[in-house]
């Protein structure tokens, strides 16, 4: 399958670099389903006569493997260019679907394990990384803007997949109608059959369109020479084998574990929060179930609204400054959350939208900030390595907020005290994350690749 080596993703003279994002949107719109699970969680909950741990199992692998499978398939996805890797990612993604459906129409739950969560997670992880170092080298003079619109679609794959994915499931079901409903396990079945055809064909559109561009090429109107110097943009390459050989790697690891932890903190949480935030001396809450529901949507978009708009911005301010606002001004709103947040909705929204806008920029800024320490010789490889702090986080957040919960009081009876001590928890780890960024300094030259092309000696230094 020769079509699908790099050398035939090479864009011909006087291609348009705005036809790249789109490719590489298709595949993270697709993989963003993962955060529409929850759509079907009670009714697999139903018909496996599971617990909702059990369940919520599934998603916690597919997160372990989307961590796992980028950081070793990344060196593997910078050498065969990512046509290939979409691909992959493609019949990977869509097999876990395939598979999960068997499981779930033969009553297996461990096939749904072995499809959605390990199979699918493996297509997740490969197609999150793919499309990221080629974006970077075709927006050298807006990195951030560039890895910002590819994983902004990450973000925003469930507000397309939850409500599609509740259509499908009425329509395949012919008791949707009735008092109370839930989905059966049949149309669940059916839908992950649909969204395996579905997924399959938007993600080879983006492996067949995506174009890597040829060597030395520059936008033009753009000259390296003339961009202002900055000490932590390396203007040399690392290799991903001697990036984690550095404390730089290792300090951005702990900022992203740290702002990841904090955001998974309230996104795993987030319906009943707003709710107990809000409870009465009665036990009744002035918030509604369709209210909360509203509210997870409202996240949605502040999660894909900030890894656009807070990651373009990093290309102003700085990959290490815009890390500063994250983390820094994340802990004082974490901070005006758990003490005033349950004073009035509206100043508990405003908040929680901010602090999950930043959740989602930490991730797209990541591979920019790792491009200004690294140089783009193996970024999709060195990022795939740095995900593996996403999996630590969606084990240790989800882990911290339901300990602490549950030593607080049983669902329904928790009040805004009751989370205090989880959202403080937070703050503590927000303000070592902010610590380890403040420490990040320019790699040490040991580290550097032999260059013998010294033109590439002006490569852009976007950071001030």
Known sequence: MGWLDRDRTIAPPGFNRW???????????????????????????????????????????????????????????????????????AVFWASGFLIGSLGIFTHQLWLVYLGYGVVGGIGLGIGYISPVSTLIKWFPDRPGLATGMAIMGFGGGALIASPVSTALLKMYDPNSGAKGWVASGDSVGKLF???????????????????????????????????????????????????????????????????????????????????????????????????????VGLLSIGNM???????????????????MVYLGVGAVLYILLALAGSTTTILYVALAFFIISFYGGGFSTAPAYLRDLF?????????????????????????????????????????????????????????????????VKPVDTRFHEPRPDRDRSNEPAMEA
Not at 22 to 41: D, E, N, R
Not at 305 to 323: C, Q
Request: proline share 4%; glycine share 8%; charged share 10%.
């Open 305 to 323: 609204a900030g890894r656009f708009a807070w990651s373009a911005t990093s290309d102003v301010t700085g990959r290490k400054r815009i890390y």
């Open 193 to 295: 059959l649909t969204l395996a055809v579905v997924y399959l064909a938007y993600m080879l559109f983006g492996a067949f369109t995506i174009r890597v561009p040829a060597e030395g090429w520059k936008p033009a109107g753009f000259d390296p020479s003339k961009v202002k110097a900055a000490k932590l943009v390396t203007t040399e390459n690392v290799s991903a084998k001697n990036a984690v050989k550095t404390k730089q790697f290792w300090l951005v690891w702990i900022a992203l574990f740290c702002n990841v932890t904090a955001g998974i903190g309230i996104l795993e949480q987030a319906a009943p929060m707003i709710q107990d935030f809000f409870r009465q001396s009665d036990g009744a809450s002035l918030v509604s179930a369709a209210v909360a529901a509203g509210f």
């Open 375 to 439: 140089g783009t010789f193996q970024v999709g490889a060195i990022h795939g390595r740095l995900l593996t702090a996403w999996s630590a986080a969606g084990v240790a957040g989800p882990l911290i907020v339901n300990a602490i919960l549950d030593a607080q009081g049983k669902p329904g009876q928790l009040t805004a005290a009751s989370y205090q001590p989880a959202l403080l928890t937070m703050v503590a780890l927000l303000v070592i994350g902010f610590v380890a960024n403040l420490l």
């Open 19 to 89: 036809l790249v994002p789109p490719a590489a949107l298709a595949v993270h719109l697709c993989i963003g389903q993962a955060y529409a699970t929850s759509v079907y969680k009670t009714a697999l909950v139903k018909h496996f006569g599971a617990s909702l741990t059990e369940i919520g199992v599934i998603f916690s692998i597919a997160i372990v493997m989307l961590g796992l499978s980028a950081a070793i398939m990344g060196t593997w996805v910078d050498k065969n260019g990512p046509r290939k890797a979409m691909f992959t990612s």
